[in-house]
C-alpha cells in the first residue's frame, strides 16, 4: 500500500513481480543466479472492488509477459557470448563467360 486516504481506505498500491533464475547448459553456468523485479502502481477505488481486482490481475499479467520477455533477452545474450563464432564461408567467386561472337549473317 503506497497511500491512504483521511478515513484509513487505501487508496494506491505498489504491485511488485519478482522472479529468479538461472540458466546452466550441462556443468556449464550460462548465466548466473539473478533476480528480475518489476514495479507498478495503481489507484485503488474503494467503491469498486472487482475493477481492483482486475486491475491488479491485468498489472501481474503484463509484468508476467515483460519478464519472460527480459529473461529471453538474457538468454539470446548469454547464447550468443557462449558460442563460437560462426564459420562464415567466403562467397563463391563469379565467373564471367564472355559473350557468344556476333556471326556476319549470312548472304543468299
Known amino acids: 500500500m503506497l497511500a491512504i486516504s483521511r478515513s484509513g481506505q487505501p487508496i494506491e498500491y505498489r504491485v511488485i513481480y519478482s ?5 546452466m547448459v550441462g556443468n556449464a553456468v550460462l548465466i548466473e543466479p539473478q533476480t ?3 514495479t507498478r502502481t495503481y489507484n485503488y477505488n474503494i467503491a469498486d472492488a472487482a475493477g481492483n481486482e482486475e486491475t491488479e490481475e491485468a498489472l501481474n499479467n503484463a509484468m508476467q509477459t515483460d ?3 527480459l529473461i529471453v533477452f538474457r538468454i539470446q545474450a548469454a547464447a550468443k557470448n557462449a558460442l563460437p563464432p560462426a564459420v562464415v564461408p567466403a562467397p563463391a567467386k563469379a565467373t564471367m563467360s564472355a559473350p557468344a561472337a556476333a ?3 549470312s548472304s543468299h
Do not use: E, H, K, N
Not at 522472479?19 to 540458466?23: A, N, W
Open 19 to 23: 522472479v529468479r533464475f538461472s540458466l
Open 67 to 69: 519478464i519472460a520477455q
Open 36 to 38: 528480475i523485479a518489476l
Open 103 to 105: 556471326t556476319a549473317p
